[in-house]
Structure formats: C-alpha cells, structure tokens
C-alpha cells in the first residue's frame, strides 16, 4: 500500500525496509541530508571491522584491524559516497549522472543510478579497467565509454563536461562523495571506542583519504572519539604523484584502481597528512602483491591489489621500525578481490584435471597423508 503510494508520487527509490539502517538515515546529522533527499540504498555502510591476527604477528602491533569495504554492495568504499551524491543529484533535479573512473567509481555510479531511475555515463581509461568493475558497470546500464587516454584525462573531460551541464558529475570532486564517504571513520570510532592511533589507506585520487580525515576531526568533536588517528596513506610506485611532489604523466601499476598521475584531491591529502602528523609514502607493486597474497592465504581476505597497498605499506614500516608506537591499527580494505579476477588467477596455479574418482584424488593431494 505505502509503496504503492509512494510509486504514485513519484517517489518509488524510497526504499521498502531495509536492515540495518540505510547509511543516509544513520548519520543524517552527519551529512547534508534534508526532509526533500530521497532515501536511496542498497545497504550500504555498516562494514565488517575484522581482526587481523596474522598481521599482528607480523608486525608486532597489539591491535591491528581490517575495515573490509568490500563488503559494500556494489563491492567498494565507493557506495558510501555514492548514495549521497546520487540522492543530492535527484534532490537537485538531476536526469544523468556521469564519472570518470579506474573502475569502482563507475560501477557504483551505474548501481545508484539504475536504482535511482537517473541515466548514468562513465568514462574509462582504454584497456585499465579490472573485468569486474566493467561488467558492473555494463549490466547496471551505464552508458560505458572507453577514452583513449588515462584516468587523468577522463577526469578533465568529465568536469569539462559536466561544467556545461549536461549531467552531474559524481566523481569525489563532488563534495557529497566526501561527505558520504567519512562514515568509515564513524563507523571505525564506534567499533573501537575510540579512533585507532594509525589508519593505512591507499591513495589513488585522494578523496577517500580526504574523507576519513574529514570524519575523525568531525568524530572527536562529536566525541565519538577522544583523539585522532596519524593518517598513513600509500601510492603505488609507479604512480605516486604525491611521494614525489609532482604529477606523474604515465602512471602505472598492477593496481589499476590507483593509477592516477594527478590526484584530484591533492590539498586534501596533503591536509590529512600534515595535520594528522602521519605520511604518505610509496609502495611497490611486488610488495602490493605480497600483501594481496597474505591477506587472502593468511587473514581468509580477498581484496584488490589497490586494497592491498594498505597493508603493504603497513609491513614496510613495520619492516623499517617506523610504526611510531602505534598499538591499534586500522587498515582500509577499499574493495573486494573479485572485482580483478585476472590479477588473482595471475598468483594462482590453474587448477589441477583429474579423472573423477576418489581414488584419484586420494592419489593426488592425500596419498603421503599419515591419517
Ligand atoms: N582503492 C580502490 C579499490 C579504489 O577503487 C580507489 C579509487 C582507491 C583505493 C583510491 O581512492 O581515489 O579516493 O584515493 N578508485 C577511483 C575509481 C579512482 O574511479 O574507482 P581515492
């Protein structure tokens, strides 16, 4: 009956029930929410903070946690910030949205968009993008473009565009994105206590960075957290436009999702950074792959190579004595390992043909077993 109604009204991304509470409804005092922001979700938020043993014992932290973000629903971060910008762009009278992006960014704009009614366009650096963030995106019926040129360029083209007016732009540009997106850190500060004494994060854009420092300054004022974390960020290092001070014009690194040669939110980084007296360092692919590979035989985690970069960065310093005496550790996990199929079977051995008997098995894989 209600949604009926709400159908008539023209109202129907007002979503039936939904637990637990929708992101926007959560933190509504939080975020630039009013009684006209359409309640749009997909159950978004609220992700899984996960106790990383095998890291513990790496490292020698007391504490060290894993933020899984890929537990969202279109499999990143991304949602958290999505669902403000895509509501905020309903609110305003928006018809189409429209992003640049490695891939995430794209495949959440396409799901809000397909949820919210809005026409959705996507712009994605040529032969860049992992398979399961384009398949996203596709059959969520985004109008999929593949520019020939970086992310970089995709993102001039993008504002470029949206500066006419032809769509809005929902790129973590957009401030809604940044607001959306700090809800980590409230969620990271209620499952603690408190904020963690560090926070690694990989740095692509640098929204997301932006973000989380956004929410621990808004969470000690809102004594959800009594101090703040250093902000420890990690590029990869064949596109850390940030480690070196300058852009980078080819970026390039197994982790597609942050091959990014001139972050958006530089300042904001940099910001997070120097307030938080934290850093923003590189990290190589191989050490990337390292971290990929342990999370997922060690902590039972499959994330993205970009994910990784966190957790990589968190055994560097580790490895080099400069973890500062922090005692807990929040790592992100920014999104889930099956959005790059191609880089997990690159790591794996394919599997093994066998006849289909016991026997042949027993053969194969137990026959030195004692038991
Ligand atoms: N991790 C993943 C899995 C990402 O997809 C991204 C960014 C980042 C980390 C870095 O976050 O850009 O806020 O510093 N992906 C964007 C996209 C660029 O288009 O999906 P950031």
Redesign the pocket.
């Known amino acids: 009956m209600l949604t009926a109604r709400l159908r008539l009204v023209g109202l129907d991304i007002y979503s039936p029930p939904v637990l637990p509470r929708p992101l926007i409804e959560r933190y509504a005092a939080h975020l630039p929410i009013t009684a006209s922001t359409p309640r749009l979700t997909l159950g978004e938020g609220d992700t899984p903070l996960v106790r990383a043993p095998a890291l513990e014992a790496r490292t020698g932290i007391a504490q060290v946690w894993l933020k899984v973000e890929g537990q969202n629903p279109t499999g990143?971060?991304?949602d958290r910030g999505m669902v403000v910008a895509v509501a905020k762009a309903v609110e305003g009278g928006a018809r189409a949205v429209l992003?640049?992006?490695?891939?995430?960014?794209?495949a959440s704009a396409a799901a809000y968009a397909a949820r919210a009614g809005l026409r959705c366009v996507v712009l994605l650096p040529e032969g860049q993008v992992a398979l399961g963030?384009l398949a996203q995106a596709e059959v969520f019926g985004a109008r999929v473009l593949s520019l020939q040129g970086s992310?970089d360029d995709a993102l001039r083209v993008a504002r470029e565009l949206a500066a006419d007016g032809v769509a809005a732009l929902v790129?973590?540009v957009n401030p809604h994105r940044i607001e959306g997106?700090k809800t980590a850190a409230f969620e990271i500060c209620e499952a603690l206590g408190d904020a963690p004494e560090a926070l690694c994060i990989?740095?692509?854009?640098?929204?997301?960075?932006?973000?989380y420092w956004k929410g621990f300054r808004e969470a000690t004022e809102a004594r959800m957290a009594r101090r703040r974390p250093r902000m420890w960020g990690f590029q990869a290092a064949g596109a850390a436009p940030i480690v070196e001070g300058r852009r980078v014009e080819r970026p390039d690194t197994v982790a597609t999702?942050?091959r990014?040669g001139n972050?958006a939110?530089w300042e904001g980084a940099l910001r997070a950074r120097d307030e938080s007296r934290g850093a923003i360092e590189a990290v190589s692919d191989e050490e990337i792959l390292a971290a990929y590979a342990l999370l997922a035989s060690r902590e039972g985690i499959f994330c993205?190579p970009?994910?990784a970069?966190s957790v990589a960065g968190l055994l560097k310093r580790a490895a080099t004595g400069v973890l500062e005496g922090a005692e807990v550790v929040v790592c992100v996990l920014?999104?889930s390992g099956l959005?790059d199929p191609d880089a997990a079977r690159r790591l794996a051995r394919a599997p093994e043909r066998v006849a289909a008997t016991a026997a042949a098995v027993r053969d194969r894989v137990f026959a030195s077993a004692v038991v």
Do not use: D, L, M, Y
Request: hydrophobic share 35%; with cysteine.
């Open positions: 990143s971060f991304k992003c640049a992006s490695t891939g995430n960014t794209a963030k992310f790129n973590s997106q990989p740095v692509g854009n640098a929204g997301n960075i932006t973000a999702a942050i990014i972050p939110s993205e970009a994910s970069a920014t999104g959005k």
